[in-house]
């Protein structure tokens, strides 16, 4: 690529990153900040001995992700885990998410297993309230305070979590603020794989039953 190309795509990819926030702003849901690392660092994580556990704790579950980002790690995160299913739910980025997703699980010879998988262009609240109860594994990464609209929609999302998640499987926040409160919650950290001198911060909450079947395997990884 040129670099006259490469210029403008840049300006062109920040054009649409501030129309996208400008969209955000004026519907009061939440900020479409340009996805990071985040969830891609927890399916590199879920790749290396240590992280494998993760495997145990997703497989057979309907995964769901919520501001999952325009990147597909979200479903490769699920699919590596032999998850039952995948749920992107992201409401500013859903058109990149589906394009992602399609070219990720259709690139030929791709490792990764295929999975049923959707994109729900949804904020979180929204796409939670209309969730059955005692169902899902919820899993969000880089959900910082800045991203949401503000305490209340925090805490209308927490309690969500609570009720959604199926009892013996965890909410997995990776480097975000969620924190559904009468959940126990334990802290991990780890190197991660593709730099190894950043710390990344998974927490993981869970009810008595979560603990109780994980709580041996979890054992292992905390400091
Ligand atoms: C920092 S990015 C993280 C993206 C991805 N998880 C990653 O680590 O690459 C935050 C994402 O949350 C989305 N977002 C913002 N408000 C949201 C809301 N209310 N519900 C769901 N997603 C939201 C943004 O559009 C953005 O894609």
């Given at each position: ?38 969830t ?7 790749l ?6 993760l ?98 929609y ?51 909450h ?18």
């Amino acid at each position: 690529m040129s670099g006259d190309s490469e210029t403008s795509e840049s300006v062109s990819l920040s054009r649409d990153w501030r129309e996208r926030l400008s969209v955000s702003r004026d519907l009061g849901t939440g900020f479409a900040a340009p996805g990071g690392e985040f969830t891609r660092a927890l399916y590199e994580w879920a790749l290396t001995d240590q992280g494998g556990f993760l495997k145990d704790l997703l497989a057979g579950r309907r995964v769901v992700e919520l501001g999952a980002g325009m990147m597909p790690y979200g479903y490769a995160l699920a699919a590596t885990c032999g998850a039952r299913n995948f749920v992107a739910v992201e409401p500013f980025y859903a058109d990149k998410q589906s394009l992602s997703l399609s070219t990720f699980t259709g690139q030929p010879g791709q490792s990764v297993p295929r999975i049923p998988y959707k994109v729900k262009d949804q904020d979180m609240l929204a796409y939670l309230q209309e969730e059955a109860d005692d169902l899902l594994c919820v899993v969000a990464c880089g959900i910082e305070d800045c991203i949401l609209p503000g305490a209340d929609y925090r805490a209308r999302v927490e309690s969500e979590i609570r009720r959604v998640l199926e009892p013996d499987a965890f909410f997995l926040s990776s480097h975000s603020d969620l924190y559904p409160k009468d959940l126990k919650t334990v802290e991990i950290t780890y190197l991660r794989p593709s730099k190894p001198k950043v710390r990344d911060r998974l927490r993981l909450h869970g009810a008595k039953d979560a603990f109780e079947r994980y709580g041996d395997r979890i054992k292992d990884l905390l400091v």
